[in-house]
């Protein structure tokens, strides 16, 4: 049966170059620098990263569409309390029950949007003087 | 990555392109009303054009063609303000210039007044379906006068765009009368 005294006696490779690693280390070979440099720098995207940053993007997209497209169709919403409502410019299809005569019939046309408009432009004015 | 950011981009172009900017041709659901208040500007415009449609009556009914056309050319030439309203009277406008010339044949002329008016009233509106019927009739008299010179398949083919023509007023006015139906009538 060996002596354990004479395993501490003889000194272990291993034990004495880490020993000697921490007292006086060596500089690293230009090879094992290479190797570590290349390991740090390499670009690491993962599948998860991309499907996540994708989802993301996807989500946003649906969201602004979304709300684009019920901004645009919902009443817009105004100052409830700054300046009075006015009549905004707008077709005049709805003030014609018909098509038109194949020929004439323009000046009572214009006349009927004239006299629209003009009503529309007394309600603005009275609007913005308080008046109503 | 390269196909998301361009369904991005292409999303956000559709929406840009239907936002209203206060523009006055339709096209996009929200295109009306303008946004701009009815002013007196457009007012002193509608109220020109009132003038000037019943001075070209008056010159109309006294035989003189020429007064009428002079009359809504001074209209149609005025400096208009951005309003939906004043689209649709040159739009109008244009249309009666384009009967005046083709009545005394100048058919051309009138090709050219429709044009333009086409070009102020892009949706389904009484406007559009009158000018499209006046532009079917401008090809209906190109097609006698290519008979008249002899000329078979240019007025067959003059024909042919004069039906297409009438059909595209009907369709709009029917697109037309079914909004308003469905709308509940007119104001």
Redesign the interface.
């Known amino acids: 049966m060996p002596d354990p005294r004479d395993e501490h006696e003889l000194p272990d490779p291993e034990l004495a170059r880490v020993l000697r690693a921490a007292w006086s280390p060596d500089d690293l070979s230009v090879e094992e620098h290479r190797k570590l440099v290349a390991q740090a720098i390499a670009p690491r995207r993962s599948k998860v990263v ?1 499907v996540s ?2 989802a993301s ?2 989500l946003a ?1 649906a969201a ?2 979304l709300l ?2 019920w901004t ?2 919902g009443p817009r919403p105004g100052p409830p309390s700054v300046g009075p409502t ?12 018909q ?2 005569a ?2 004439g019939g ?2 009572a ?3 009927r ?2 006299m629209a ?2 009503a ?2 007394r309600e ?1 004015q009275f609007a913005k003087w308080g008046v109503r | 990555m390269k196909v998301w950011m361009l369904v991005l981009l292409l999303a956000l172009g559709v929406v840009a392109g239907c936002r209203n900017e206060g523009t006055t041709v339709s096209g996009c659901p929200s295109a009306e009303p303008s946004g701009t208040p009815v002013d007196t500007t457009i007012m002193a415009f509608l109220s020109a054009a009132r003038s000037l449609h019943h001075e070209a009556d008056l010159r109309e009914k006294s035989g003189d063609a020429p007064g009428a056309i002079s009359a809504l050319e001074r209209l149609v030439a005025m400096p208009a303000p951005s309003a939906a309203e004043v689209d649709e009277v040159v739009a109008d406008t244009r249309a009666r210039l384009a009967e005046l010339r083709l009545a005394h044949g100048d058919l051309d002329g009138a090709d050219r007044d429709v044009q333009a008016g086409l070009q102020r009233v892009s949706g389904p509106t009484y406007f559009r379906g009158h000018l499209l019927e006046v532009q079917g009739l401008v090809e209906e008299a190109r097609a006698t006068a290519f008979v008249d010179a002899g000329k078979r398949d240019e007025a067959t083919a003059a024909k042919a765009r004069a039906i297409s023509l009438l059909e595209e007023a009907v369709r709009v006015q029917e697109q037309v009368i079914d909004k308003a139906l469905a709308d509940g009538g007119t104001q």
């Not at chain 1, 009549?87 to 003030?95: C, E, G």
């Open positions: 991309r940053f994708g993007a996807i997209l602004s569409v684009a497209v645009d169709r006015l009549s905004l410019s707008r077709s005049t299809q709805s003030l014609f029950a098509p038109f194949p020929r323009e000046s046309r214009v006349d949007i004239a408009r003009a529309d432009l603005n």
